[in-house]
C-alpha cells in the first residue's frame, strides 16, 4: 500500500512565525503536491514537484514555498505565518504517468 | 478554464437507499477522471480512476461510471459506514506543459440507519 506521512496532525504557530510542513512518501514516486483544504473553496494546489530539486507554482503559491531535496520528502514552507493561512494541509504523491495521487493524513495547521 | 462541478452539494440517504452523485466537468482534453473519498479530518482516500466515455469500475457498493461530460457514483443499498465527502478530479493540462488535477468541492453523503 501506498503510504503518505505528514510531521504533524495538529500545529498552532504564532502570526510571523517561519513554518515547515513535511511530507514523506514510501512508493518512489515522482510527483509531489501541496494542497491546502478550506470550508466552502475546496482543495486548492499550492506547489508541486515531478522531480528532485524541481518544483512549480499551483493555484495560490504566493506566501509559500517548497523543498525538495530527496526523492520521498517534500516540504513545505511558510515563511511568515498570517492568519489567513489558518488551514488544512494535504500533501499527495503520484506516479508519472497513471496520475491518482495519494494523500497523506493532513495537517491542521492554526496560526494565532 | 478548466472546472468540476459536483451535485448535490449534500445528499441524506435511509441505510439501503440507493441513489447518484454527479460530477460535471469542461476540461480541455480529459486525461483521467478521479473519485476520491474523504471522511472528517482525514486525507482523501483513492477509489476509481476512469479514462474513457463508457468505462465502468466497480468497488463493494460503488460503481463510477464515465460519459464525455460528466461522472456518476452510485451507491447501491448504502450503510452508514459509507457516510463521507466523495470528491472528484479530472486531470488537465498546466502551463508548460505538465498537469495537474482540478478538484470539485464535494457532496458530503449521510446514510442515516
Known amino acids: 500500500d501506498v503510504k503518505v506521512t505528514q510531521s504533524s496532525r495538529y500545529l498552532v504557530k504564532r502570526t510571523g512565525e517561519k513554518v515547515f510542513l513535511e511530507c514523506v512518501q514510501d512508493m518512489d514516486h515522482e510527483n509531489m503536491f501541496w494542497y491546502r483544504q478550506d470550508p466552502g473553496l475546496g482543495l486548492r494546489l499550492i506547489y508541486f514537484?515531478?522531480?528532485?530539486?524541481?518544483?512549480e507554482k499551483g493555484d495560490i503559491p504566493e506566501g509559500y514555498s517548497v523543498s525538495r531535496e530527496k526523492k520521498e520528502r517534500f516540504s513545505l514552507i511558510l515563511e511568515s505565518a498570517s492568519t489567513n493561512q489558518t488551514s488544512m494541509y494535504l500533501c499527495a504523491s503520484g506516479a508519472g504517468g497513471a496520475y491518482e495521487q495519494y494523500f497523506g493524513p493532513g495537517t491542521r495547521l492554526t496560526v494565532t | 478554464e478548466d472546472q468540476v462541478t459536483q451535485s448535490p452539494e449534500a445528499l441524506r440517504l435511509q441505510e439501503g437507499e440507493s441513489s447518484s452523485l454527479n460530477c460535471s466537468y469542461t476540461v480541455s482534453g480529459l486525461r483521467g477522471l478521479f473519485w476520491y473519498r474523504q471522511d472528517p479530518g482525514k486525507g482523501p482516500e483513492f477509489l476509481f480512476t476512469l479514462y474513457s466515455a463508457g468505462e465502468e469500475k466497480e468497488k463493494e457498493r460503488l460503481k463510477a461510471t464515465l460519459t464525455k461530460k460528466e461522472s456518476f457514483l452510485h451507491i447501491t443499498a448504502p450503510k452508514p459506514e459509507d457516510s463521507a465527502t466523495y470528491l472528484c478530479?479530472?486531470?488537465?493540462?498546466w502551463g508548460g506543459g505538465s498537469e495537474k488535477l482540478v478538484f470539485g468541492k464535494g457532496t458530503k453523503l449521510t446514510v442515516n440507519p
Open positions: 478530479a479530472v486531470q488537465a493540462l
Open positions: 514537484s515531478y522531480d528532485v530539486k524541481m518544483k
